[in-house]
Structures are given as structure tokens and as C-alpha cells.
């Protein structure tokens, strides 16, 4: 079963990078990596996907090493509307962990 | 997402009753989604749908039972409401395989007393 681990929660100051790991370890051939963003009361939203090597979008970047045994997620400058927690999936049996909560201070 | 919706959005349950929780979504997907997901933790999928015929377990679906009647429409019934049953669930929709990007309903906040 590909679970994943992430930390619990991480401080940043806006405009600053912030870069969340998660672990992965059985991860399967056929898995994607996938992360989503959420509000408090909202449903989570997708930010970015990626199978190998990196990924960048207009709002994040995904880098996965060779071994696919973890990943990180990039947010480039964030802001104070990026504090959320963030859910890293391996797309094996839909399984978000308890995610990242990310605060982001003035 | 307005193209997922979900009925009620907040309900308040005695013990032992029967409620169904419905979504509904105008993406034209044909996989759907229960999850719930309690304070502080992450999202737990109950039941998951790839088509009209097709019906599977998630991680937590004791106590609990779907129905697609569409492809639009997947309902989640408590048959015998508990209060450990109170958490906030959510229904998703995607196309494509597992890997599909998810779109995900306002949520229903569900509290059993």
C-alpha cells in the first residue's frame, strides 16, 4: 500500500520559497505524484502532477529523483492566501495522508 | 467546484437515525468519490465509483453504503447514524485513470449527537 509521510507543519514569511518533501517509498511502476491544496471548508484542489524528473506549472514545481521514493513541492514566493494544507498522493489506492499545513506569515 | 455540488451542507443527526448525503457533478465524469475527513486528519476514502455498474471499498466503509443512480449522481447513506460518524465529508469526480486529477464538492459538515 503506497502511503506517504510529509511533515505536519511548516512556518514561512511571504515571498520566501518553500519546498514540502514527501516520502513514498513503495511507490508502484504505474503511479503518478500528486499534490492538492486546502482552504479550511473547502475541498482540496489540485495543484500538480508528475511521474519523474520535474514538473512545473503556473503555480508550483514538482521534482521527483530517479528512485521516485520521494518528491518535493516548490512553491516559489508564497504568499499570506498560500497558508493551507497541502496533500501529497500516490495515485495507488487514493490514499492523502494527513498532509502539510503550511502557514505563511507577514 | 460548482460543477460538483453536494446536499445538505451542514447537518445535525440524532444517534440511529438514517441520513443519505447526495452529490451530483456536471463534469461529465464517470468516477466518483466519498471521502471524509476528521480535525487534524487527512482525507479517508469511504467508497469509490469508476462507473454507473461499478461500486468498490475505499479504506473506511464499515458503517456506511453508496448508490450511483447516474452518472451524475452518487449518494452516501449512514444507515445507523453514530456519533463517531461526525466529520466533514466530502465527494470528488475525475475522468481518465487513478491518476486523473480529482475535482472536489464544497463538503457536507455532518454531526451526529
Known amino acids: 500500500l503506497a502511503k506517504t509521510t510529509q511533515p505536519i507543519s511548516m512556518d514561512s514569511y511571504e515571498g520566501q520559497e518553500v519546498n514540502i518533501t514527501c516520502s513514498h517509498n513503495n511507490i508502484a511502476t504505474n503511479d503518478y505524484i500528486t499534490w492538492y491544496q486546502q482552504f479550511p471548508s473547502q475541498g482540496p484542489r489540485f495543484i500538480i502532477q508528475?511521474?519523474?524528473t520535474k514538473v512545473t506549472n503556473e503555480v508550483a514545481s514538482l521534482f521527483i529523483p530517479a528512485d521516485r521514493k520521494s518528491s518535493t513541492l516548490s512553491l516559489p514566493r508564497v504568499s499570506l492566501s498560500d497558508t493551507a494544507v497541502y496533500y501529497c498522493?500516490?495515485?495507488?489506492?487514493?490514499?492523502f495522508g494527513t498532509g502539510t499545513r503550511l502557514q505563511v506569515f507577514p | 467546484d460548482a460543477d460538483v455540488t453536494q446536499t445538505p451542507r451542514n447537518r445535525i443527526t440524532k444517534t440511529g437515525k438514517r441520513i443519505m448525503l447526495e452529490c451530483s457533478q456536471t463534469k461529465g465524469h464517470d468516477r466518483m468519490y466519498w471521502y471524509r475527513q476528521d480535525p487534524g486528519l487527512g482525507l479517508r476514502l469511504i467508497y469509490y465509483s469508476f462507473d454507473v455498474k461499478d461500486i468498490n471499498k475505499g479504506e473506511i466503509s464499515d458503517g456506511y453504503s453508496v448508490s450511483r443512480q447516474a452518472q451524475a449522481k452518487f449518494s452516501l447513506s449512514l444507515e445507523s447514524a453514530i456519533p463517531n460518524q461526525t466529520a466533514l465529508y466530502f465527494c470528488?469526480?475525475?475522468?481518465?485513470?487513478?491518476?486523473?486529477?480529482?475535482?472536489f464538492g464544497p463538503g457536507t459538515r455532518l454531526t451526529v449527537t
Open positions: 498522493l500516490v495515485t495507488d489506492k487514493l490514499i
Open positions: 508528475g511521474y519523474k
Open positions: 470528488a469526480t475525475s475522468d481518465g485513470g487513478l491518476n486523473a486529477e480529482q475535482y
